[in-house]
């Protein structure tokens, strides 16, 4: 993968290139943030440029024997552990087929993309015991091109103890020339000891110019169109890829949230309770993108109910909601809102009763929207 086809982290690509090119690489780096903002494609740019055999100035060439082994996911000291399904496949080789892919088909996926591809039941991923074995294994072994060795982690947070425990040693004291590359979307769940031994890579957000630039290109959308998902997705390229990919999706949020503020400023205790059940129906994800667009329209309005409406990034139906909308948010009742909803989608995540929560959720609203 080349430098140029990740989208934005311009200074992180800078920062890579002088460093390959200065020979002051660090063993070990943690490329710590979400899916969308590049993660595994910095990491896969990162060992392109390390093994290109005609470096240019700020890329690969793309064209060498060396960068083509690792766009094929073919490069012989190029090794990757990722999380499994133990009670299936105890190491990653067997799913090597399914990973490369993966990754060919669309580098930018989180661990539940990847569970659909791998599981039908989508049970939860891990690196085990047997995953960390696999890793020294290849390790131990002399490179076939007689310069670096590169070994990415994806998801490195699915490590168990185990594992990270036996591929501490190997992290403190490397064989030469032997690189780590650890991607992870939840540094904090990492053992202390893994963290202290990696150079840790904060990805932040893709800018809004570079990411709607790329809807332009990737997806085909009209530039104000990109711009107003830019904004909505905040910096992160998967979750506008999975918006745009599927707009009746996208239509779906809308007309939930809608819903929810129409039956909860109205208090129609019923409208509220069959509201709940219908979202409570929902995959977690979908929930999640539910709560994660709802926090976006209530930054919205307050944007709108204190800049003015022309500040707003937002689509025509949606615009046309919040000039009504808007006035209902304010400084009053804006950071309930927002520890209301993020509190949330920390609990969809960890599994709370879907109908309870939801329910609570419209109680809370419909508190909140009378104290404007």
Request: glycine share 2%; hydrophobic share 45%.
């Given at each position: 993968m080349l430098f140029s086809q990740v989208v934005g982290q311009n200074e992180i690509k800078k920062k890579f290139v002088h460093e390959i090119n200065e020979g002051k690489i660090s063993h070990a780096q943690l490329f710590a943030g979400k899916a969308g903002y590049g993660g595994l494609p910095l990491a896969l740019a990162f060992s392109q440029y390390l093994f290109c055999e005609n470096r240019k100035a700020d890329d690969s060439c793309g064209q060498c024997p060396s960068c083509l082994k690792v766009q094929d996911l073919q490069h012989p000291d190029l090794h990757f552990a990722f999380p499994t399904v133990l009670a299936d496949n105890k190491m990653c080789d067997p799913l090597m087929g399914q990973w490369r892919e993966q990754v060919k088909e669309q580098p930018y996926f989180n661990q539940f993309d990847w569970i659909k591809r791998i599981d039908p039941k989508e049970r939860n991923p891990v690196l085990g015991t047997e995953h960390s074995q696999e890793i020294l294994r290849k390790l131990s072994l002399k490179s076939y091109e007689g310069g670096y060795k590169v070994m990415i982690i994806w998801m490195a947070e699915a490590m168990n103890a185990t594992c990270s425990n036996k591929i501490l040693k190997i992290l403190e004291e490397p064989p030469a020339n032997t690189l780590f590359l650890l991607v992870t979307e939840s540094a904090e769940e990492l053992l202390i000891t893994i963290r202290s031994r990696t150079q840790i890579v904060r990805l932040s957000k893709i800018d809004v110019d570079d990411l709607a630039k790329e809807l332009v290109i990737r997806q085909g959308f009209m530039p104000k169109e990109a711009e107003t998902m830019a904004y909505f997705v905040e910096g992160d390229f998967?979750?506008?890829?999975?918006?745009?990919?599927?707009?009746?999706?996208?239509?779906?949020?809308?007309?939930?949230?809608?819903?929810?503020?129409?039956?909860?400023?109205?208090?129609?205790?019923?409208?509220?309770?069959?509201?709940?059940?219908?979202?409570?129906?929902?995959?977690?994800?979908?929930?999640?993108?539910?709560?994660?667009?709802?926090?976006h329209m209530m930054r919205q309005s307050i944007i709108g109910n204190y800049l003015g409406l022309e500040m707003i990034r937002a689509s025509e139906d949606e615009l046309k909601f919040l000039k009504n909308f808007a006035p209902f948010i304010t400084g009053n009742n804006i950071r309930e809102f927002m520890k209301t909803f993020n509190d949330a989608h920390y609990h969809v995540e960890r599994n709370a009763n879907s109908s309870i929560l939801f329910t609570q959720l419209c109680f809370q609203t419909m508190r909140y929207i009378h104290v404007a």
């Open positions: 998967l979750e506008a890829l999975h918006l745009s990919n599927n707009a009746e999706e996208k239509s779906n949020l809308t007309e939930l949230f809608m819903q929810m503020m129409r039956v909860s400023y109205k208090k129609d205790v019923l409208g509220m309770m069959k509201w709940a059940e219908s979202i409570a129906a929902e995959s977690k994800e979908n929930q999640k993108s539910y709560l994660v667009y709802a926090l």
